[in-house]
């Protein structure tokens, strides 16, 4: 199986840094960020702390939930990878498969939300 790199384009629209060959970094999955020629990895919310992080900013971050209603996902992308990601425990995401994944947490949240 092949790993694609992410487009450069993709780069500057998610505010995600470029892999810079022979920089050394103690990010974890750097094979995968080399191969997707990123900084740091591009990996679905996966770790314990990306998912409290998702639910912070679910609840504190107006891009994340705009009075109850869809996000808007392209800035949310951005925030979360500027102002997040560290290759250690918060990886990259890309606008797309954040969109999948984090749809089903925001319908779970906002159903919560019915509930109180």
């Known amino acids: 199986m092949e790993i694609l790199p992410i487009p450069s384009i993709q780069h500057t629209k998610a505010?995600?840094?470029?892999?810079?060959?022979?920089?050394?970094?103690?990010?974890?999955?750097?094979?995968?960020a080399k191969q997707q020629q990123t900084q740091f990895a591009v990996i679905a919310v996966h770790t314990v702390p990306e998912k409290l992080l998702f639910s912070h900013l679910i609840q504190t971050d107006p891009f994340f939930n705009w009075d109850k209603q869809e996000p808007d996902w392209k800035t949310a992308v951005q925030i979360w990878n500027c102002d997040h990601a560290d290759g250690k425990v918060?990886?990259?995401?890309?606008?797309?498969?954040?969109?999948?994944?984090?749809?089903?947490?925001?319908?779970?949240y906002t159903s919560s939300l019915r509930n109180i």
């Open 15 to 32: 505010l995600m840094q470029p892999n810079i060959p022979g920089v050394i970094s103690k990010s974890h999955h750097q094979f995968l």
């Open 90 to 108: 918060i990886f990259y995401k890309v606008q797309d498969p954040i969109n999948v994944i984090s749809k089903i947490s925001f319908i779970n």
